[in-house]
């Protein structure tokens, strides 16, 4: 036999919860495994260098050469200031899903 379902009080509303609709980067930092995008919304991405190989190969001093551009949308190393040339768009790393240029 099926008892009564039991309801509950919702504590906050809907509208109280914030829900990023964009990822837009504010700082980008390194460590020796990981590049960790810093979002304006507070949010920070780690992501694996050794999924992108040319930073995972990189020096530090080359990964620090990173710049934003795109109001925060693109990441991107300018080849005249270093040996990476790369752009990457910070939505690809939200996805999950296959990344083709």
Not at 62 to 86: F, H, M, S, T
């Amino acid at each position: 036999m099926l008892s009564e379902p039991k309801t509950y009080p919702v504590r906050y509303p809907q509208s109280a919860y914030t829900t990023p609709t964009e990822a837009r980067a504010a700082a980008v930092t390194f460590d020796a495994n990981q590049m960790h995008i810093h979002l304006q919304d507070g949010r920070t991405l780690a992501v694996p260098l050794a999924w992108i190989p040319s930073l995972a190969a990189a020096a530090p001093a080359d990964l620090a050469a990173v710049r934003i551009g795109w109001d925060g949308l693109l990441l991107y190393w300018d080849p005249d200031d270093g040996p990476i040339n790369e752009d990457l768009l910070v939505a690809t790393f939200l996805q999950g899903g296959q990344f083709t240029p």
